[in-house]
């Protein structure tokens, strides 16, 4: 509600890279704490799905009741930024194959959509709303957003493909900005977190 207290950015760390989000927010200089149990989402006020692998997030998600969680969290109009796989736990549809998911982002992604001679890759591509620069991208296995709703608004293309949208507090990005010495990407999510 406005207040000045310092907001806490929760990292989902069930699976995956979410050490290096905590390394990102420790440069940035937010506090943030990691979300393994339902009742972790005490006290935070922005949420980082992080990159890994989706079908082992989602059994976590399922045994821990995290889904409905997450889901919750998300309808209190809470930030919420995915990166590659949590982007993937975000869209509305899920294709190649076909998979659980939790909803909260009309588009749809196709799973590691680059095929295997593109199997990871670092792009530069530019962000015009996020940054006058370029943008360091790093790809891993990562998923194409084939489809982008009405309410989803595109902040940046690579090779002509959607990398980074927008849905009002939600983000996602198909790459991994976490990986990177850049904080532009992070920094614009924490902006979500300004008002709330
Ligand atoms: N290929 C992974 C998946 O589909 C995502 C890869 C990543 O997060 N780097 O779940």
């Known amino acids: 509600m406005g207040s000045k207290k310092e907001k806490v950015v929760g990292i989902l760390a069930v699976q995956g890279d979410f050490a290096m989000h905590a390394a990102m927010l420790d ?22 799905l992080p990159g890994g692998e989706t079908t082992t997030m989602l059994k976590f998600l399922t045994e821990r009741k995290i889904a409905d969680a997450i889901k919750g969290f998300a309808n209190e109009n809470k930030p919420v930024f995915g990166t590659c796989a949590g982007a993937i736990l975000m869209a509305k549809e899920v294709l190649n194959p076909e998979q ?31 940054s006058d620069e370029l943008i360091e991208m790093v790809f891993i296995r990562a998923p194409i957003i084939r489809r982008v709703g ?42 979500k977190t300004k008002d709330c």
Request: include cysteine; charge should be negative.
């Open 150 to 191: 009405e309410g989803v608004k595109v902040l940046g293309r690579s090779q002509g493909l959607p990398v980074l949208v927008e849905q009002g507090k939600l983000l996602a990005a198909t790459f991994h900005p976490e990986l990177t010495a850049d904080e532009t990407i992070h920094r614009y999510f924490l902006e």
């Open 27 to 48: 440069r940035i200089g937010v506090p943030w704490k990691l979300v393994k149990h339902v009742e972790d989402f005490a006290g935070i006020d922005a949420l980082i």
């Open 100 to 130: 659980e998911r939790l909803g909260l982002m009309d588009i749809s992604v196709e799973r590691n959509a680059y095929g295997r001679q593109m199997d990871s890759s670092v792009q530069q591509a530019e962000c015009p709303e996020v």
